[in-house]
């Protein structure tokens, strides 16, 4: 009785945490301006990578996954299938495209942008960076501006190459078509970029 009691308390510790977690993306999306961390400590954790943490309240039967080619060797992939039962599927029809390294290379550019009728049909990017900071143009060379953002936002973010910022521009320039981003980092921090944001990229 004692151990059954316990796994339940466990459980729902965990799906607690999941919904904040998922909660926390939800609003990231809504103010790209802001960075926020992620609602849980890592000595808490039994497998503590943010990037994971993130993706497991996204994922469920019913969403598509696919990674970049330069993870495809990661177990990644198979742990997102094993506790999420999420199934993997090619570049142009997964709801959600994994770049665990910081970088498409372009790969982006093929995913699913939705229609005019359903435009929350386009695709969610979730990017594994170095570390997110605050703003500083002058070191980032980008701006972001539009709706949840005050004035303008000018992000650090490490590990990210500048091309993939452009790719995003190029992929949102036809609103409401497009995709959401997500950029996840090593400290548990985490910054929205939904389609509706407009993007400067100082080259």
């Known amino acids: ?3 059954k009691l316990y796994r339940g308390h466990t459980m729902k510790k965990k799906c607690d945490r999941s919904q904040a977690v998922f909660r926390t993306a939800i609003k990231a999306l809504s103010m790209p301006g802001k960075i926020l961390k992620l609602p849980f400590a890592p000595e808490a ?3 503590f990578d943010p990037l994971v943490m993130v993706l497991r309240p996204l994922l469920n039967q019913k969403a598509t996954f696919c990674l970049t080619r330069d993870a495809q060797e990661l177990k990644l992939g198979k ?10 599927s090619d ?6 495209f994994v770049a665990p390294l910081g970088k498409s290379s372009g790969e982006i550019l093929a995913l699913k942008r939705g229609s005019l009728d359903y435009p929350e049909q386009g695709a969610t990017v979730v990017y594994g960076v170095e ?4 703003d500083s143009y002058a070191e980032s060379g980008c701006r972001f501006s539009g709706p949840g953002v005050d004035g303008f936002a000018e992000p650090m ?6 091309k993939e910022l452009l790719y995003i521009k190029e992929i949102n320039q036809e609103f409401p078509l497009g995709i959401d981003v997500l950029f996840v980092d090593r400290n548990g ?3 929205g970029l939904p389609r509706s944001t407009r993007i400067e990229v100082r080259h």
């Open 1 to 3: 009785m004692v151990q």
């Open 45 to 47: 954790e039994e497998f």
């Open 79 to 88: 742990y997102l299938r094993m506790v999420t039962g999420s199934r993997p």
């Open 91 to 96: 570049l142009c029809h997964a709801d959600f």
């Open 131 to 134: 570390e997110l900071e605050g």
């Open 157 to 162: 973010i490490r590990g990210l190459p500048s």
């Open 189 to 191: 921090f985490l910054r």
